[in-house]
């Protein structure tokens, strides 16, 4: 998240409605953090009108904050956008699978074909063909017969001299031959679409017919990828897109503006150079990767299923008031452990998993029951007011839950911490919280 995001998300802390200024300061965060991650214009604009009605009149759930929700509201349209679920490969009914790769110089055509390969190979054991189809450039017939070589896949050239048709012809008949189950055609792109290279690929997809025509774009080029995809999509009618680059620092606006302009399904992620660097696209990690926030959404999520809403704010509000008390320790600790493993909650905030041992966190169910067993030995009196815990008290305990009176100490060591913690959580004070963690 944007320093000046998290800014305006302060501000809505502790509200139960969301007003039109609100919705108005956030949308514009919003309209910013996506022209940030370079998404194109008219699609930063529709999509901040479609989270401005969503959020227009909607009642802010008890548990959760309202920067959340609203966050929410952000990461489901854009996951939305961006496809919902991942998007499988088309197969044809009858051998082989024709898919064509085609994209502008440079976006890694010749290297997703090489991956595309590897991964069908290895996970179905497929038998795929490759084509050499872009003339162009020796070098790119050498570099499809190295990858080819690497991944130990047939790659069907004719040399510089005879046309792309021509080879994509010859090369679908070898295949047939052969009974290969999938052929692969990497062509040839340009530093700037023109109309050759578009003639040339309409001629290719004709005799081909392919299952896929894959648009392959790197993630790097922003704002060009939008328009490059538009193009494509109107003279090839494209089936999909390839995300390439995405091992780079890049938001990856670009794939939202693809998703939108084309409305064609993103399959895959180039994520390096590496011929294993190749996974499926899900919409929801590009959706928060694009925002900038980590997982936080997942931890959002988790922590709304898990928790009781009502009994929350209860706890919140007794910890503003600093009456925060031993029952509600326990109960504290009962729904932390209906969360899961503390470890995996904390990873998810962002920053907090490069912290110096926090792999070290974990919640153990006998620890838990142990300090269940210490509160279970105070007196109601001890529980309410944890401050007359005196030395006595504090060996009676011990002695009463068959514990050594260092680890009663230390349990009220840790529950005056939790206090202090909880109550930086509430106060909005990130800073106070991650110094106390640290020690
Ligand atoms: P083509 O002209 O479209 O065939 O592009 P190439 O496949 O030749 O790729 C161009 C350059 O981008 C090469 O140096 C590739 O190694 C590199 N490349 C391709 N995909 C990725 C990727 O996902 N991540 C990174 N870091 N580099 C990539
Ligand atoms: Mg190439």
């Known amino acids: 998240l944007t320093e000046r995001m998290q800014g305006v998300f302060k501000n809505l802390r502790g509200k139960r409605k969301l007003t039109e200024e609100d919705i108005a300061q956030v949308t514009k965060e919003i309209r910013l953090a996506l022209l940030e991650a370079d998404v194109a214009l008219p699609v930063v ?29 952000v990461d489901d349209e854009l996951t939305e956008i961006l496809g919902g679920g991942e998007s499988q490969l088309q197969k044809s009914p009858k051998i082989p699978t024709v898919i064509m790769m085609v994209g502008l110089q440079g976006a890694g055509k010749t ?21 050499a189809a872009d003339v162009y450039r020796p070098a790119a017939i050498e570099q499809l017969k190295v990858i080819g070589s690497q991944v130990d896949v047939p790659v069907f050239d004719k040399g ?14 070898l295949a047939k031959q052969n009974k290969n189950d999938y052929v692969l055609i990497d062509t040839a792109g340009r530093l700037e679409i023109d109309d050759k290279l578009m003639n040339e690929l309409e001629q290719i997809k004709e005799v081909a017919n392919p299952t896929e025509i894959l648009l392959v774009v790197d993630a790097m080029t922003g704002q060009v990828a939008a328009q490059v995809a538009k193009t494509f999509n109107e003279r090839l009618d494209i089936t999909g897109v390839i995300v390439t680059k ?15 302009i084309t409305g064609k399904p993103i399959k895959f992620a180039g994520v390096g150079e590496k011929i294993t660097d190749l996974e499926v696209f899900y919409p929801e990690r590009m959706s928060s990767r694009i925002l900038g926030m980590g997982d936080m959404l997942t931890l959002i999520e988790k922590a709304q299923k ?31 452990t209906n969360m899961g493993p503390l470890d995996e909650i904390l990873k998810m905030i962002p920053g907090m998993s490069s912290m110096p041992g926090i792999s070290d ?79």
């Open 45 to 73: 604009k529709s999509f901040v009108r479609k989270v401005r009605e969503r959020a227009t009149g909607f009642e802010v759930s008890e548990a959760l904050d309202p920067a959340q929700q609203v966050l929410k509201i």
């Open 361 to 439: 966190v974990k919640v153990d169910p006998k620890e838990i029951a142990r300090k269940r067993a210490m509160v279970l030995s105070m007196t109601p009196e001890e529980r309410e007011n944890p401050d007359i815990l005196s030395p006595s008290r504090r060996r009676r305990i011990a002695a009463g839950s068959g514990n050594t009176f260092i680890e009663v100490n230390k349990l009220i060591k840790q529950f005056n911490q939790s206090k202090k913690m909880m109550q930086g959580i509430m106060n909005g004070d990130m800073n106070s919280l991650l110094g106390q963690m640290g020690g």
């Open 160 to 173: 510089t001299d005879v046309s792309p048709v021509e080879i994509v012809k010859e090369g679908l008949e």
């Open 111 to 131: 290297t997703f074909a090489g991956k595309l390969a590897n991964r069908l190979k290895t996970e179905e054991n497929a038998r795929p063909l490759m084509i």
């Open 306 to 336: 898990d928790f009781d809403e009502e009994r929350s704010i209860e706890l919140a509000q007794k910890m503003k008031e600093n009456t925060f008390d031993f029952n509600d320790f326990i109960e504290q600790l009962d729904q932390v």
């Open 246 to 260: 995405l091992d780079g620092d890049t938001r990856g606006g670009a794939a939202l503006s693809i998703r939108e």
